[in-house]
T-cell receptor, first 110, second 118 residues
Framework: GENVEQHPSTLSVQEGDSAVIKCTYS??????FPWYKQELGKGPQLIID?????GEKKDQRIAVTLNKTAKHFSLHITETQPEDSAVYFC?????????FGTGTRLLVSP | DVKVTQSSRYLVKRTGEKVFLECVQD?????MFWYRQDPGLGLRLIYF???????EKGDIPEGYSVSREKKERFSLILESASTNQTSMYLC?????????????????FGAGSRLTVL
C-alpha cells in the first residue's frame, strides 16, 4: 500500500516569512495529492490540491509543487500570517484510498 | 453551507462498553469515511463506504465495525471499547469532483469526536 512521510512535524516562523512543508510518497501509481489544514477544534479542510499530470499549482499565498520522478510534493506558504497557524496534512490518493501524512504543526508568531 | 455533523464532541466510556459514534452529512454525498487521529500518526482510515449498506475495511479496522443504513448516515461501532481506542475520531464524506477530474474526491470532515476509554 501507499506510505506518506511528512516533514517537519513542527515549524515555527515569524509573520511574513515563508513556510515549506514536504511530503514523500511510496507508490508511483498515486495520482492526486491534496493538502488539508486543521484549525484548533475543527476538522481538516482542503486548501489546495494537485494532480499527477501537473507540476505546480498556486492559489494566492499558497502553492504546491510535485516531483513525480522523486515522488516528492511540497506546500509553500508565502507571507505567513498568524491565521495560518494550524496543523497541515498532506495526502496521496492510491486507487480509492486517500493516505495521509503525519501532520505538521505550523506556528506563525506576530 | 455543506455540513458533516458528528453527534458527540466528547465521550468518556469504560473498558468493555459498546460505543456508537454517529455521523450525518447533508450534501447527498455517496462516499463516507471514518478516520482516527492520533499525535504523530496522522489520520488513519478505519472504514469507508461508497453506497448504502456497503462497507470496506480501511487500514486499521480491527476492533471496529460500521453501519450505513441510509445514504446520509454512517455510524462507527466499537463493540467492546479498549483503552487503546482512546482517540479523536473524524468522519468525512465526499463525492467525485468534476472540477478536479476523476478520482479527485474532496473530503469534507466533521469537527471530530474525542473518545476517552477508561
Amino acid at each position: 500500500g501507499e506510505n506518506v512521510e511528512q516533514h517537519p512535524s513542527t515549524l515555527s516562523v515569524q509573520e511574513g516569512d515563508s513556510a515549506v512543508i514536504k511530503c514523500t510518497y511510496s507508490d508511483s501509481a498515486s495520482n492526486y495529492f491534496p493538502w488539508y489544514k486543521q484549525e484548533l477544534g475543527k476538522g481538516p479542510q482542503l486548501i489546495i490540491d494537485i494532480r499527477s499530470n501537473v507540476g505546480e499549482k498556486k492559489d494566492q499565498r499558497i502553492a504546491v509543487t510535485l516531483n513525480k520522478t522523486a515522488k516528492h510534493f511540497s506546500l509553500h506558504i508565502t507571507e505567513t500570517q498568524p491565521e495560518d497557524s494550524a496543523v497541515y496534512f498532506c495526502a496521496a490518493r492510491l486507487y480509492q484510498k486517500l493516505v495521509f501524512g503525519t501532520g505538521t504543526r505550523l506556528l506563525v508568531s506576530p | 453551507d455543506v455540513k458533516v455533523t458528528q453527534s458527540s464532541r466528547y465521550l468518556v466510556k469504560r473498558t468493555g462498553e459498546k460505543v456508537f459514534l454517529e455521523c450525518v452529512q447533508d450534501m447527498d454525498h455517496e462516499n463516507m469515511f471514518w478516520y482516527r487521529q492520533d499525535p504523530g500518526l496522522g489520520l488513519r482510515l478505519i472504514y469507508f463506504s461508497y453506497d448504502v449498506k456497503m462497507k470496506e475495511k480501511g487500514d486499521i479496522p480491527e476492533g471496529y465495525s460500521v453501519s450505513r443504513e441510509k445514504k446520509e448516515r454512517f455510524s462507527l461501532i466499537l463493540e467492546s471499547a479498549s483503552t487503546n481506542q482512546t482517540s479523536m475520531y473524524l468522519c468525512a464524506s465526499s463525492s467525485p469532483s468534476r472540477d478536479r477530474g476523476a478520482g479527485a474526491n474532496v473530503l469534507t470532515f466533521g469537527a471530530g469526536s474525542r473518545l476517552t476509554v477508561l
